[in-house]
């Protein structure tokens, strides 16, 4: 038949194949040892009590979980979301009394940022993010064609300077943060640093977006109180049960206060209709009676053994990081989560090192896809937590070897 | 702490919450006979064979259905959904030979809606929908802001002298159809009436979007070979597992050729990542071994017995319908589905009705909502496939007392 004529919106243009996703592919030989994802361990994820769970969902309430449901999700599991964030305010000395009417259920934590793009950003008007920042958040914005504009940031936050500069006078709707353990960086924004930028966007009168997929996978103490209990009128959290139960279930939360609530449920109808309620029982099935107080803490201890594994390996294999930083890799020691950041010798590229690194048998995500703006061309990105013990000590040697090598030449 | 200023995107001002689900609250009393709904029967789900796929699923690959995938979705569930479409098209004498790479597995058909109108729709470009059209369609166009449009629609189809006037020299993106016993009208496009759209379709050169939840569920012959398979390049393809097996496991997926499929794929990669791994298993496993081929039968066996009694307690109850249809309430035999589209004698206004119906114990859906311009004040939608044979009774001589009364008046 003849020819017919896509026409595609302007906005698919500008959206495009994830960087990382393209240069995980060139790691994806059999054997290599792998720093690069971005998954947890599959050995947390509780199967006996997920195949306990779809056997009671499916005797006590089949036509209920099997069923069309409402778009706010199931009451039971936003009832235990407003109770579980409530109590681990409290349990930091903060009052945050979260209504389960304000809690909106998620497929997976990337449909709340979806979700946000749609209701508060216009083309041309900004959406700030740290610097790096999480890229599938960028991903979820890019559509709805904002300015997406990073904000200087360090170890202890947000650049509150530059923060005021670049939200000021430029239509900025909301600042995007993920202040526990952050994805890519494994870094936490200090206490200091929090009520910084709690005072600075109250001041503004700018939106907090806060992002919160690790913040229960600390290692030694919890990180400071969430962003949002400071002021839940001035920004949206969001949550996943992807990284202490299991991602493949996809899901999620948000926490929206009214002025925002009714349009995020909208687009969500919209979206998919409703979470799945079959999934959504799953979860709330399997966190009865203490379990997740119970679960997470294997998570945690899992987690830290292996960032410690990967700390003693670094240190072992690049043994002049704190006399001759520049001609070394260095890195940080991440408090919880997921991810190491490091940063090669000077003069180095991360994604010119990534081939020569998987020839030797490792791979690793470059850091630079993970800024708005400004890319750091020497970071990358090591996940400690899929490997085994003895892998990362392989993996490393492998990197200090690939990285050696790159610079004798 | 200080005000903060929530800019919404301008997009959400058009967004509004469901009228249909909004309309349906009133019918939520206790006690009311409900053709309101628009969910499938629960009767229908597969309970056994679901239970037995999760134990299946989360003994043999646990890791695999926990864990994050592929945006494009479950390798074995793509290819056995373009074999069942290849299979369906060859039986009915069409060659489309879908090929697993243009399956895009969706969470639900719904986000199929959203990733279409996100790649396919700028403010201002036009989406042709038929008159009357499905609501859920227009609310994912909505956000972003295209101007839908109503093509001039009929039992047959569509009138394709008004969608060349209205699609020629208008920046038309395509035209969202759903031939096979549409919601809300039960209706379907005879083989002319698809043979013309697709003939002035691809003339114009413009894109079909062809949803099909309801194909399957045809009474007596199935309805005639889908428009996409007449000319694959030129359309997308929206289907569902909602009405087959279950929609709280939200499963749908789209066809589409390889002009838009990579948008698409971005488009989902950033809207949630993936669809639950576990809930494609689950879809897949329960589909194997020829159970859909043995279960969609008794689905259509009890859809059409709950259809028969509709058309059965309407002829009892409105006996001039053929005489006086001005008077009387007319109504369609849908062929397949799960609604039948009537209409209120002459002056009478369906709205108006609704609370006087209640008042008797029936409820329905005013037809009004579903117009995307001109709506029908007396169209109602009526849906058989909830209540018992013997509500489906009660129900139509409760509307046909609702009725009467309001012509006495």
């Not at 959290?237 to 206060?257: N, Q």
């Not at 294997?298 to 043994?319: G, N, V």
């Not at 020497?378 to 993996?395: A, D, K, Q």
Request: charged share 20%; proline share 8%.
């Amino acid at each position: 038949m003849s020819n017919t004529h896509w026409t595609l919106a302007a906005r698919a243009a500008k959206m495009n194949p994830s960087v990382i996703r393209e240069i995980l592919k060139v790691t994806e030989r059999p054997g290599i040892i792998s720093f690069a994802g971005g998954l947890p361990s599959s050995k947390t994820f509780p199967v006996a009590e997920f195949e306990a769970a779809c056997a009671k969902v499916l005797r006590d309430d089949p036509a209920g979980a099997l069923q069309y449901a409402s778009s706010e999700g199931y009451a039971p599991l936003r009832e235990q979301v407003a109770a579980m964030l409530s109590e681990q305010a409290a349990a930091q000395g903060q009052h945050w009394d979260v209504n389960p009417g304000n809690v909106l259920i998620t497929t997976g934590s990337q449909q709340g940022l979806d979700l946000v793009a749609k209701v508060l950003l216009d083309k041309g008007s900004r959406a700030l993010v740290e610097s790096p920042t999480y890229l599938g958040a960028v991903m979820a914005f890019v559509p709805m064609e904002p300015d997406v504009v990073s904000v200087a940031s360090h170890d202890e936050g947000i650049d509150v300077d530059d923060l005021r500069a670049k939200a000021q006078g430029h239509d900025a709707r909301f600042l995007y943060v993920l202040p526990n353990f952050q994805n890519p960086t494994g870094r936490t924004m200090s206490e200091a640093g929090r009520a910084a930028l709690s005072a600075t966007a109250a001041d503004l009168g700018l939106p907090l977006m806060e992002d919160n997929p690790y913040g229960d996978l600390w290692f030694d103490t919890p990180p400071p109180p969430s962003l949002t209990a400071r002021n839940p009128d001035g920004g949206i959290y969001l949550g996943s049960f992807s990284k202490v139960l299991a991602p493949g279930l996809r899901m999620g939360f948000i926490v929206a206060p009214s002025a925002v609530y009714p349009k995020l449920l909208q687009a969500k109808q919209a979206a998919d209709l409703h979470s799945p309620g079959f999934n959504q029982r799953l979860i709330y099935e399997v966190s009865q009676d203490g379990f997740l107080a119970r679960h997470v803490p294997t998570i945690r201890a899992l987690y830290k053994s292996q960032r410690d594994a990967m700390l003693h390996a670094l240190a072992q294999h690049f043994p002049d990081a704190a006399t001759q930083p520049e001609q070394s890799l260095t890195w940080n020691s991440p408090a919880g989560g997921m991810f190491l950041w490091a940063r090669l010798p000077v003069g180095m590229n991360a994604v010119d090192l990534l081939p020569h690194a998987v020839d030797k048998g490792v791979a690793f995500v470059p850091g630079a896809p993970f800024y708005a703006s400004e890319p750091d061309a020497r970071s990358i990105r090591l996940s400690f937590v899929t490997p085994s013990v003895e892998e990362i000590h392989r993996g490393v040697a492998a990197l200090a070897a690939a990285i050696k090598e790159q610079q004798g030449r």
